[in-house]
């Protein structure tokens, strides 16, 4: 599953997912089911997400939510101030 997630840190992003696995309450641009695992995490601009989105609605071996929108698809982590 893709997500897209606004951290401090490509850390701080991985510990969300892995954190929150069994409470979720943000949504995954796309899925296609390769285990529960991490695979590839990277610091991309918010045009460059809205290309990947766009890409990815076109892609038939994955499930995207681009229909779901940016706001909707990214996930900001919570820190305390």
Same mark, same amino acid.
């Given at each position: +599953?893709?997500? =897209?997630?606004? !951290?401090? &840190? !490509?850390? /701080? =992003?991985?510990?969300?997912?892995? +954190?929150?696995? /069994?409470?979720?309450?943000? *949504?995954?641009?796309?899925?296609? $089911? %390769?285990?529960?695992?991490?695979? *590839? ?7 460059? %997400?809205?290309? %990947?989105? &766009?890409? #990815? =609605?076109?892609?038939? *071996?994955? +499930? @995207? @939510?681009? $229909? +779901?929108? #940016?706001? @909707? %698809? ?6 305390? *101030?």
């Amino acid at each position: +599953m893709k997500y =897209a997630i606004e !951290a401090k &840190s !490509a850390e /701080h =992003a991985k510990d969300e997912i892995t +954190m929150t696995e /069994h409470n979720r309450t943000f *949504d995954e641009v796309t899925q296609k $089911w %390769l285990g529960e695992q991490i695979i *590839d995490v990277r610091e991309i601009t918010e045009h460059q %997400l809205e290309v %990947l989105v &766009s890409t #990815l =609605a076109e892609d038939k *071996d994955e +499930m @995207s @939510s681009h $229909w +779901m929108g #940016l706001e @909707s %698809l990214v996930h900001k982590v919570k820190y305390e *101030d």
